[in-house]
């Protein structure tokens, strides 16, 4: 399975491409949106994790942008955020993301909703 990481924070996209590789996942990087919405299409990744506070383009434009290109939008996005706050996921499910995990990311439980989304059952 691959995976386009979207993460500006050096730190965090060390430690969750490091864990996804030891699941054998196939990661790929972005450090922000621009370059997402860039790579999107010639990756063709199984699924998106975005975070969504990201520099240049955020991850709420990148992933609206995304989803409006017909090329790539049927693939499922995960926010990635540290906005807990009240209406917080309904905002990132507006964007258009498929799901959403606060960070500090809980890793068991993202990678039960990156297997859920690119194997479409419910979660």
Known sequence: MHILLVED??????????RLERRDFQVSVAVDGQEAIDL?????PDII???MSLPNVDGWTATRM???????????IIGLTAHAMAGDRE???????N???IKPVDFT????KIQALVEDTPL
């Open 9 to 18: 924070h050096e730190m965090n996209r060390d430690m969750l491409k490091r």
């Open 40 to 44: 999107v299409e010639s990756l063709m």
């Open 49 to 51: 994790l975005m975070d």
């Open 66 to 76: 995304i989803k409006a290109n017909p090329a790539v939008n049927q693939i499922p």
């Open 91 to 97: 905002r990132c499910l507006e964007a258009g993301c």
């Open 99 to 101: 799901e959403y995990e």
């Open 109 to 112: 439980s993202l990678v039960s």
